[in-house]
């Protein structure tokens, strides 16, 4: 199966900006996260409405509001399987998974989206 990858030709930080400011503690390394997350998604040029972040709870899992691209909160242990039939149903978007250990570790969703061989990001913090 083809797919074809869409660039935007002119992105910059603040497109990736999300409506909602992150209340992280002072130091978390969750801001590193984020930027770099931002940082890579204009360098690779790929356009908001391409990219789904799908996150579980806890502090980690408020990214999808930091970020202007579609997103989701899921169930604790979720975020992985959601994320695989996100990617499964729809190749060509960009899917980002966040989430604390709980969300990613020791749940179903691991093991099924490894048996997929589905294309995730997955950042555990």
Partial sequence: MATSV?????????DMKGRVDPDWCPGCGDFG????????????????????TISGIGCSSNFPGYM???GM????GRA????????????????????GDGTVSGSAGTISST????TLTCSIS
């Fill in 6 to 14: 869409q660039r935007a030709s002119q992105l910059t930080m603040a």
């Fill in 33 to 52: 996260v984020l930027a770099a997350v931002q940082k890579a998604l204009v360098e690779l040029r790929i356009p908001n409405h391409n990219v789904v």
């Fill in 68 to 70: 202007n691209t579609y």
């Fill in 73 to 76: 909160h899921t169930l604790h």
């Fill in 80 to 99: 992985l399987a959601v994320a695989t039939g996100l990617k499964l149903a729809n190749h060509e978007l960009t899917v980002l998974v966040t989430g």
């Fill in 115 to 118: 048996r997929c061989a589905a």
